[in-house]
């Protein structure tokens, strides 16, 4: 059993910046890919960037250049850095995580992000 606690959504006005964070505890025996997601009302959940333990990278076309994503393997903790948001950027955004190897998947609650125009 993994636990993911997101935290960092809000409303921001478009051009402004967020920073989200996901924590991960509890049996964690390793962490392999780490990544945020997004839906948005009316949309089918899509992925917004990932990070494996190695350190590669998979960031959305819509996203390129203005989202990073980092984590620190210390903490067990995945960020999502949002710069230059804009009101299409506004989403639920949720947590993965895949642990262990097999890597079984785990989500947190979501963190909604809202930009205004």
């Known amino acids: 059993q993994v636990q993911l606690v997101e935290s960092g959504g809000g409303l921001v006005q478009a051009g402004g910046s967020l920073r989200l964070s996901c924590a991960a505890s509890g049996s964690i025996f390793s962490i392999n890919t780490m990544g945020w997601y997004r839906q948005a009302p009316g949309k089918q959940r899509e992925l917004v960037a990932s990070?494996?333990?190695?350190?590669?990278?998979n960031v959305a076309d819509s996203v390129k250049g203005r989202f990073t994503i980092s984590r620190d393997n210390a903490k067990n903790t995945v960020y999502l850095q949002m710069n230059s948001l804009k009101p299409e950027d506004t989403a639920v955004y949720y947590c993965?995580?895949?642990?262990?190897?097999?890597?079984?998947?785990?989500w947190g609650k979501g963190t909604l992000v809202t930009v205004s125009s």
């Open positions: 993965k995580v895949g642990n262990g190897f097999p890597p079984m998947d785990y």
């Open positions: 990070i494996t333990n190695n350190g590669y990278r």
